[in-house]
């Protein structure tokens, strides 16, 4: 096997966490591409719903944004986005919703919002989206991130979407109809909420990682679970569908459109 | 109704008005935008739920008091560089923000098209937004009890789409990837459409949406009017534009001599695509 990126590593780590026949809301960037691995590998029954309206989608090439026209062609269906939150989000048809975000608490709680005050931030982020609603009503969530201290911080800058709150139930007494985060993929592995506090800890390492590196990339104490994993490296099979994509997703985006004239 | 693009914004569009140019990330006006810019309407309330690179350069231009918005980025690049200066810097201006959810603000487009006063959801929880909006309340259930998200509809002033074809009556018909575009077409006092081409009959398509010439208050012929955004069997997304857009409006003064030679510096929407087309030749 080729040595691998963090980045292939996260997706690929991601992707055999979806279930095939599973129907999952998937966000655009990392998301994005492991939902269509997971789909090209081990799950060709997966449904894919893009926000933009396109259910049951299987793009060739990874769009750029949530809209492309790629997601309509190969889509089974497209209904307006009003019907995409309120009928299957809202009605709870949605079994796995994908999040990013810009930091992440100890809880799972996300921030995509501003980093500094809401008033006068240092940094304007692109704000909510779908997040919300998702992180409500989704069974369960995953959450990808690239680790960081900047991004894995103990206090938000501002709550986005909902996690579980202040632990300790607080997210179930509220009434969430949703699961909320069940797995964060990152650089070095994964962490997921201890059953109690609902705490997020360490649960497994990427082969070749080590608890101090993930320590030093998380600005909280970070708990190591019991039983700690190790998750197997990528599978010539998976890292070749993956390369095969983003091969072809960059060959896509490069190519010149004509202008319409 | 059927009016030049130019003679359309002129007489819909006034200054201060709430404007909602929709079509999610497929059929973006861009030409309609272009237009607003070149006749200098100022102190507009900008509603859409992704602001996009036309909403960039409207509030880049110095058109903009407000935004009603749900996420605003560059999709799949980034930020958008004048919307963050104006947030960060209050460049060229202070722009209010009105900030809502995906699903907060199509409850709103639902309500505003059905002329009822809010729109409700199970939405917003947990969440710091409420907090930081007052147009996000909590309303009971008088069945149930149940409390709910309760966000104000949105009526614009104004809604402006691009679709592929109208007929000559002004009844629109659109397919592919249509986002709020019926909701916020259905909101507005005013509707404007763009449209790739004016024919003698529609297609038959029995559940393509189509806005029937009453509730249409102008259509322009417009072929290309949601370049670089797209018209779904007309022409695709320019993701290479949206790349390019990153650098071209990181910095005010790139942004300011792009938008003066392409958009100031063009008669209309077809001598702008002539000028990249130039460029790129």
Known sequence: MNACTRDEWMTIAAARLLPDRGVCFVGIGLPSAACNLARLTHAPGIVLIYESGAIGTRPDVLPLSIGDGELAETAACVVPLPEVFSYYLQ???????????????RHGNLNSTVIGPYDAPTTRLPGAGGAPEIAQHARQVFVMARASKRSFVERLDFRTSAGYLDGHGTRARSGAPGGGPRAVITDFGMLAPHPQSEELQLVALFAGASVEEARAAIGWPLAVADHLDTIAPPSAHELDTLRALNARTREAHARPVRIPL | MLLPLAEAIERHVADGASVALEGFTHLIPFAAGHEIIRQRRRDLHLIRMTPDIIYDQLIGMGCARKLTFSWGGNPGVGSLHRLRDAVEHQWPQPLELDEHSHAGMAAAFCAGAARLPFGMLRGYAGT???????NIRRVQCPFTGEMLAAVPALNPDVTILHAQRADRAGNVAIDGIVGAAREAALAAKTLIVTVEE?????????????????????VAACPGGAYPSYAHGHYVRDNAFYRQWDAIARERSSFLAWMEQHVLGTRDHRAFLAGLQQEAA
Not at chain 1, 91 to 105: E, S
Not at chain 2, 128 to 134: K, M, Q, W, Y
């Open chain 1, 91 to 105: 009605a709870g048809r949605i079994d796995i919703g994908f999040l990013g975000a810009a930091q992440i608490d």
């Open chain 2, 128 to 134: 710091d937004l409420p907090a930081h909006n007052p």
């Open chain 2, 198 to 218: 004016i024919v003698d009959a529609l297609p038959p398509a029995m559940n393509a949406i189509v806005l029937p010439h009453w509730v249409v208050s102008a």
